[in-house]
T-cell receptor, first 114, second 117 residues
Framework: GAGVSQSPSNKVTEKGKDVELRCDPISGHTALYWYRQRLGQGLEFLIYFQGNSAPDKSGLPSDRFSAERTGESVSTLTIQRTQQEDSAVYLC????????????FGSGTQLSVL | AQKVTQAQTEISVVEKEDVTLDCVYETRDTTYYLFWYKQPPSGELVFLIRRNSFDEQNEISGRYSWNFQKSTSSFNFTITASQVVDSAVYFCALSEIHSDSSYKLIFGSGTRLLVRP
């Protein structure tokens, strides 16, 4: 597609439920990032995929968070047993495989945990 | 470990004023890249500029200019003659290459700029 696509754009869930957030990167982009942005806060790094290398999971806040990516395509971020503090905008970004590549961001998924 | 600090949480200026957004970074590497991104009220982040650690030339693009100083580990962003449309959150970011050739982009906490008419 023309840009990074994220779905759903909004997700409301009850505490304790599992959620899946999807990201479709720009075709051909080997790098894919997930960030979390709480209301009025900065971007918190969660996880980074680069081609077929092992992902950098150093930013995942707990074992309730996991992410998968199939090859260089779609990625899914899963949050199990959601808590109210998980409420935030989850942003996905993709880029080429060079360290100086700029990121292209999706519009994000607004997650609200009631 | 890499770290980016944007000490100014929020800045408010009147239209046509000049404003400088500060960014200080920490890295142990000699090769790294610095970025600025803009997040307008619509929410989608937009790339503004990239600078590598070997290029300390300042850059000007229209009303925007960037001052990179390795000696103070700073990469400050100045908007000249600010406009209401400049109102947004601005993020500074750092990407460094690790020993295993991996890298990741880390963002500062952002500075919210409000330009009043």
């Amino acid at each position: 597609g023309a840009g990074v696509s994220q779905s759903p754009s909004n997700k409301v869930t009850e505490k304790g439920k599992d959620v899946e957030l999807r990201c479709d990167p720009i075709s051909g982009h080997t790098a894919l990032y997930w960030y979390r942005q709480r209301l009025g806060q900065g971007l918190e790094f969660l996880i980074y995929f680069q081609g077929n290398s092992a992902p950098d999971k150093s930013g995942l806040p707990s074992d309730r968070f996991s992410a998968e990516r199939t090859g260089e395509s779609v990625s899914t971020l899963t949050i199990q047993r959601t808590q109210q503090e998980d409420s935030a905008v989850y942003l996905c970004a993709s880029s080429g495989d060079r360290v100086d590549e700029k990121l292209f961001f999706g519009s994000g998924t607004q997650l609200s945990v009631l | 470990a890499q770290k980016v600090t944007q000490a100014q949480t929020e800045i408010s200026v009147v239209e046509k004023e000049d404003v400088t957004l500060d960014c200080v970074y920490e890295t142990r590497d000699t090769t790294y890249y610095l970025f600025w991104y803009k997040q307008p009220p619509s929410g989608e982040l937009v790339f503004l500029i990239r600078r590598n650690s070997f290029d300390e030339q300042n850059e000007i693009s229209g009303r925007y200019s960037w001052n990179f100083q390795k000696s103070t580990s700073s990469f400050n962003f100045t908007i000249t003659a600010s406009q209401v449309v400049d109102s947004a959150v601005y993020f500074c970011a750092l990407s460094e290459i690790h020993s295993d050739s991996s890298y990741k982009l880390i963002f500062g906490s952002g500075t919210r700029l409000l330009v009043r008419p």
